[in-house]
């Protein structure tokens, strides 16, 4: 997984690979690349999606509201969703390093990929909503 097994064989520029795989952490958003119905004969919303959702990792300070920043003193709710999206990332970087061929495959990306967006989408509702522990006073006090 780490070392990249492909990178230690000899190019054959006359055969193209069976299964192309992009390095372990971009298989997550190469299997929402690759589960995205293209409508109208293109492939551009499966693009979209993958680079939507990088995109929207850089948007997470804006949309978490918890009045606290740390995990640990978050609530039930904060560590359900966060665990929702562990589970929906590692699942999608399994889907991302296979063949692709699976239409049960497919059905379960393209749930999981919808899980993704959810995740982020709903941040500023849940992060509202959710009690946090209060933060110690050590934390908060400033020299």
């Not at 609530?75 to 390093?97: E, P, R």
């Not at 495959?105 to 989408?121: A, D, N, P, S």
């Amino acid at each position: 997984w780490f070392l990249e097994h492909d990178n230690f064989t000899e190019a054959n520029r006359l055969v193209t690979p069976s299964h192309i795989k992009p390095v372990w952490y971009f298989t997550p958003y190469y299997a929402m690349l690759r589960v995205v119905p293209s409508f109208f004969a293109i492939k551009l919303w499966g693009v979209l999606v993958m680079f939507g959702a990088i995109v929207l990792l850089f948007l997470v300070p804006w949309l978490d509201k918890s009045p606290v920043k740390s995990y640990r003193y978050r609530g039930w709710l904060s560590w359900t969703m966060l665990i929702m999206f562990a589970i929906c990332f590692l699942w999608l970087g399994k889907i991302g390093s296979g063949p692709g061929t699976d239409p049960v495959e497919t059905i379960i990306g393209r749930i999981l990929t919808f899980l993704y967006f959810v995740f982020f989408i709903t941040m500023p509702l849940w992060t509202k909503l959710d009690k946090t522990k209060p933060v110690p006073e050590r934390v908060t006090t400033h020299d």
